[in-house]
């Protein structure tokens, strides 16, 4: 941006040597690029807008389709910027419990205990469901031996 900005101001040149006309052209092109960023910051406000939402129905679709390390990775961005939003969490700590990793599980329920103390008998469900959980990848039919 800055080797075009020196061109307009003519550096280099030897013809157009008003100072007006130097001005002018700089003024065209910084008003060109101010509204260029601000179209630009407004397209990246409306995707920040729906992050939120994005993310946590890509984490559900992961989690249906088993894909649970995509899964965990869409819950945790929806906790990490939006913490307030209860169901990312239980969803999260529901793909611990599905792929057994205990620690992970344990600080995540703790966090969520330390916003909301109240979601003890939902996280016990979660624990329960897990066990059961089948994953969709895993639902291949194996002949037995005889």
């Given at each position: 941006?800055?080797?075009?900005?020196?061109?307009?101001?003519?550096?280099?040149?030897?013809?157009?040597?008003?100072?007006?006309?130097?001005?002018?052209?700089?003024?065209?092109?910084?008003?060109?690029?101010?509204?260029?960023?601000?179209?630009?910051?407004?397209?990246?406000?409306?995707?920040?807008?729906?992050?939120?939402?994005?993310?946590?129905?890509?984490?559900?679709?992961?989690?249906?389709?088993?894909?649970?390390?995509?899964?965990?990775?869409?819950?945790?961005?929806?906790?990490?910027?939006?913490?307030?939003?209860?169901?990312?969490?239980?969803k999260l700590i529901y793909c611990y419990f599905i792929t057994k990793q205990e620690e992970y599980a344990n600080r995540a329920i703790e966090y969520l205990l330390y916003l909301d103390p109240?979601?003890?008998?939902?996280?016990?469900?979660?624990?329960?469901?897990?066990?059961?959980?089948?994953?969709?990848?895993?639902?291949?039919?194996?002949?037995?031996?005889?």
């Amino acid at each position: 941006m800055f080797d075009q900005f020196k061109k307009i101001l003519g550096f280099g040149k030897k013809e157009d040597k008003s100072s007006f006309g130097k001005v002018e052209k700089a003024v065209n092109f910084l008003s060109e690029k101010i509204k260029e960023a601000v179209s630009e910051s407004k397209v990246i406000m409306d995707k920040l807008h729906d992050l939120h939402k994005t993310n946590y129905e890509l984490g559900l679709i992961h989690l249906k389709k088993g894909n649970l390390k995509e899964a965990i990775f869409r819950f945790k961005i929806v906790r990490k910027f939006w913490p307030q939003d209860y169901n990312s969490h239980l969803k999260l700590i529901y793909c611990y419990f599905i792929t057994k990793q205990e620690e992970y599980a344990n600080r995540a329920i703790e966090y969520l205990l330390y916003l909301d103390p109240n979601f003890k008998s939902e996280i016990e469900q979660l624990r329960v469901d897990a066990t059961f959980y089948q994953n969709p990848k895993d639902n291949k039919v194996k002949s037995e031996k005889t």
